[in-house]
């Protein structure tokens, strides 16, 4: 860390000998009143070394070491206070650093602790906007049809649901043209079906016991499809944030979502405190449930309102519809049907109203930023958009 090298101050006995220093017939050249400098607080020593170990703790996703250092400190200096040259303070930390403990969030198996570390940084006003809508959910009309979808949304409701694979707007053409280069090379008398059998077996061994990760590797490497990912995520991301509910943090490699339990090519973990009480409790309530499909549904709707229509959340459909059927009672096909419309209704006016959060949270992932990072685009591009 460089630090800033200053001037000693002048001492008082070197100000008082240079004005006895003034002749008399100088009086016309009075010297100036004396003011003696203030002096500079001093900083602890250890400070700085407490601080790198912050890092150490932020670096070895240590959250509650971490979050425990930054309730150990001061929210900021105080310049107006009274010091003597002998003061001494604690550093508390250049800013933005305390942003950094939600990169350490990604590793904590307690949520609770992930979500004391949300609410330490809002109420010391780092996360302005945290939980700033989650009182939408009472808003808006509850029986949504098809047609008031379209009205809301702009959107025919085919357009805000997940598309299965060979339905999607590219599948057609990638088979075609894989069907036809199979056939080609098959004029030209190149054998590929061994090899053509070698890959299918591979991809079924993938999908079945993998879930397709592997295949999902390989086509994030696809700029066009790897960025719909983003969009998708982040409007999870956003949602969550938006709605006072603690990410934990944003998945974007297979791999390490598979090694994490996570169903799907990404993911983006999130809690909400009130949703796990009552499933503990055996009565959840409305808003809660509102509130997680929402959330659940805010990729879906992000994707519908970046692209004009969506084609991931397959796996957000199928743990929408496995927890409705635990509920007591469990909700019918046509009770699915309207709150899944709902609730893709009300994040696609959501992320349209905070449009540009989302297209800041999109480009922070891409650029592969952490967590931390991502919050603070948002919170960025909320406040510049007022």
Not at 7 to 32: C, D, E, G, M, V
Not at 244 to 249: E, F, K, L, S
Not at 290 to 316: P, S
């Amino acid at each position: 860390m460089a630090t800033t090298a200053c001037s000693p101050p002048l001492s008082f006995t070197a100000a008082i000998s240079a004005s006895q220093s003034a002749t008399p017939s100088s009086k016309r050249f009075l010297p100036r009143p004396y003011r003696p400098l203030r002096p500079r607080p001093r900083l602890r020593a250890g400070s700085l070394k407490e601080w790198r170990e912050f890092e150490d703790a932020v670096e070895s996703k240590d959250l509650s070491r971490a979050l425990r250092f930054l309730q150990s400190v001061e929210p900021a200096y105080y310049p107006e206070a009274p010091a003597s040259a002998g003061t001494q303070v604690a550093l508390p930390g250049p800013p933005g650093r305390d942003w950094e403990v939600l990169d350490a969030c990604i590793d904590a198996d307690d949520m609770r602790l992930v979500g004391r570390a949300y609410q330490f940084l809002s109420d010391r006003g780092v996360l302005a906007n945290f939980g700033k809508c989650k009182n939408i959910v009472l808003e808006g009309p509850r029986e949504v049809t098809p047609t008031i979808l379209k009205e809301m949304t702009g959107l025919e409701a085919a357009k805000l649901a997940p598309k299965k694979w060979g339905l999607s707007g590219n599948s057609p053409y990638v088979l075609a043209t894989f069907f036809g280069g199979v056939s080609f090379l098959l004029t030209q008398g190149v054998d590929v079906r061994p090899n053509l059998a070698a890959i299918l077996g591979l991809a079924t061994a993938d999908a079945l016991f993998l879930g397709g990760t592997c295949a999902a590797q390989i086509s994030c490497f696809w700029p066009p499809y790897k960025r719909r990912i983003l969009v998708h995520e982040a409007g999870h991301l956003l949602t969550a944030y938006l709605m006072g509910c603690p990410i934990r943090g944003v998945i974007l490699d297979p791999f390490v979502a598979l090694r994490m339990g996570i169903q799907g090519q990404a993911g983006t973990q999130f809690w909400d405190a009130k949703m796990e009480k009552g499933l503990g409790e055996g009565h959840l309530s409305s808003t809660a449930f509102d509130r997680y499909c929402m959330i659940l549904f805010a990729g879906i709707a992000a994707e519908a309102l970046v692209y004009g229509e969506a084609e991931g959340g397959e796996n957000d459909e199928n743990l929408f519809r496995s927890l409705c059927i635990l509920l007591n009672p469990p909700l019918s096909v046509a009770q699915m049907a309207n709150r899944a419309r709902w609730s893709v209704m009300q994040s696609y006016n959501l992320l349209k109203w905070h449009k540009k959060a989302h297209r800041a949270a999109v480009k922070a992932l891409e650029g592969g930023h952490s967590l931390s990072v991502v919050i603070r685009r948002i919170e960025e591009a909320i406040s510049s958009d007022r």
